[in-house]
């Protein structure tokens, strides 16, 4: 929460296209787009922070409304956005404090607002994925945070099924934090929200193709808080918390910064039991990760890099997790995979060391499974590739909103064994109830709210129905996979229930 520029980003957007330099930094130009030679968005603009909402006495109100015209990876007026920009305002509140928001809808096509990671019910007037929002309509929210709701990272982003990923994918989306936690030691806070884009020779963001909506779609624009490449100012010693967000509709990528170690505190919203060092982090699409950077004893520049990992395609390339560049895999299917790591943002250190204490030792109290289970169910993604499936869906059913597919009773504990017979990986998401990791290869047995499951493998899952009811989702969170059905109901209460 320090560290922000007074600048706007809109702003420094302006003022970058009048001067072609910003805070004394000769901006380059970015790489022609689309083979169309238009000029793509300037990078190396400085970082800023999106805009934000903070609750005020417990409440956080107000209009949160959606509209088209919002300037994307420099191109004007070409994406979608919340509030006029993209991504849309953070909204920081705490746990015990309430959200009361409007959402107007002024784009042409049905919306409605889902809190990913939140451990809030999917009542009517919460996060319920299935109501809608017309064009021009608006809808009322009433959520409460828990009080014992963990201190993190969230994110927010449409759910009507059929527009998720074209409406992501053109920029809606914005973060949440719930503050609180241990004290990290920081001296600096800030939101990386990651998203991806092509945007077109019209200038608008570029339609998906129907091998895109079967590969995930990508973007030719990886971005952060809608940046290219943005310049976070740093001084030596004197660390950071960034708390990164996969906003994009299909990327799955390896984070790192180039030569240089990441303290990994949190995952999806969830603190880890003790700071984990490592030299890079993973993220599906949902998945956040918070971090410690430590900048370097001397000035310089350092990168934040984001390297695809290979997603699997069509005709039976099934492995996952080479850490490859990509290219081969959805590169042949749509996506837009480049041939190397991504340069997301970069870290310029300046000035004298300032040196902050590193991180406590302990976090979170270790995380426990839950369990034993009181039921087993197996679950099985199905993929037009491979797996014997035709069409996207949960157990071979594409997604039927009115049907209920899970019924679960409140209270209990359940273990899913999902089985991917397919030759692509899908990051599964459910709402609501956080999963506990069982059994996977590369797992740390950590708490998620998207978890990926690898082609022709397997995950084991636990799940605790505690602290809500209602009936809400599970999908793959590669959103034309979810668009295109592969999306179940769960029910937990209600009528008929067991
Ligand atoms: Cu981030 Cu059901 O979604
Ligand atoms: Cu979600
Ligand atoms: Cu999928």
Same mark, same amino acid.
């Given at each position: 929460m320090t560290g922000r520029t007074p600048l706007t980003r809109r702003r420094l957007l302006g003022v970058a296209a009048a001067a072609g330099v910003v805070g004394g930094v000769a901006a380059c130009t970015g790489l022609p787009v689309?083979?169309? %030679?238009r000029p793509g968005p300037v990078a190396g603009l400085p970082f800023a922070d999106p805009p934000e909402r903070v609750a005020r006495a417990g409440v956080l109100s107000g209009v949160l409304r959606a509209t088209p015209g919002v300037d994307l990876a420099g191109a004007a007026g070409a994406g979608l956005g919340y509030d006029g920009v993209s991504p849309g305002p953070t909204l920081r509140l705490r746990p015990g404090d309430e959200l009361a928001l409007r959402l107007e809808n002024g784009l042409d096509t049905p919306t409605n607002l889902h809190l990913h990671g939140l451990r809030v019910p999917p009542d009517p007037?919460?996060?319920?994925?299935?109501r809608m929002v017309g064009p021009g309509g608006t809808a009322d929210y009433r959520i409460r945070v828990p009080r014992d709701h963990p201190a993190g990272t969230f994110w927010y982003h449409p759910h009507h099924h059929g527009t998720v990923a074209d409406q992501v994918f053109a920029g809606l989306v914005g973060a949440i934090v719930v503050e609180g936690g241990?004290? +990290? @030691?920081?001296?600096e806070d800030h939101v990386l929200v990651v998203t991806d884009t092509t945007v077109g020779d019209d200038g608008r963001v570029a339609a998906a193709g129907p091998m895109d909506r079967v590969a995930g779609r990508e973007g030719e624009l990886v971005l952060v808080n809608g940046l290219r490449r943005p310049v976070l100012a740093g001084s030596p010693q004197r660390s950071q918390r960034w708390r990164l967000?996969?906003?994009?509709?299909s990327r799955v990528f390896d984070v790192s910064l180039d030569g240089q170690d990441l303290v990994h505190v949190a995952t999806d919203g969830v603190f880890l039991p003790r700071p984990v060092v490592r030299d890079r982090v993973r993220l599906a699409p949902g998945n956040r990760a918070d971090v410690v950077v430590r900048p370097p004893d001397v000035p310089g520049d350092v990168d934040l890099l984001a390297a695809d990992v290979d997603r699997g395609g069509m %005709?039976?390339? @099934?492995?996952? !997790?080479?850490?490859?560049?990509?290219?081969?895999g959805t590169g042949g299917m749509g996506g837009t995979t480049g041939t190397g790591p991504v340069v997301l943002a970069t870290l310029r250190v300046t000035g004298a060391a300032a040196p902050t204490p590193p991180p406590p $030792?302990? +976090?979170?109290a270790p995380v426990v499974p839950p369990g034993p289970p009181d039921r087993t169910r197996v679950l099985t993604l199905t993929a037009p590739?491979?797996?014997? %499936?035709?069409?996207? %869906?949960i157990d071979g059913r594409g997604f039927d909103? $009115?049907?209920?597919?899970l019924v679960v009773v409140p209270g209990t504990v359940e273990e899913w064994v999902v089985e991917n017979p397919g030759t692509m990986l899908h990051p599964l998401h459910l709402h609501t109830w956080p999963m506990t990791v069982l059994?996977?290869? !590369?797992?740390?047995g950590a708490v998620r709210d998207v978890v990926t499951v690898p082609a022709g493998g397997r995950v084991v899952l636990r799940v605790a129905f505690t602290g809500a009811t209602g009936r809400t989702v599970l999908h793959c969170h590669v959103l034309d996979h979810e668009d295109a059905g592969m999306m179940a109901t769960v029910r937990v209460g209600g009528a008929g229930t067991p």
């Open positions: 689309s083979g169309s %030679g007037d919460g996060d319920d994925p299935f241990p004290d +990290l @030691g920081t001296a967000v996969n906003a994009t509709c %005709g039976g390339m @099934g492995g996952t !997790g080479t850490g490859g560049m990509g290219g081969m $030792a302990v +976090l979170s590739m491979g797996g014997g %499936g035709t069409g996207f %869906g909103p $009115a049907r209920d597919d059994d996977a290869a !590369g797992s740390d």
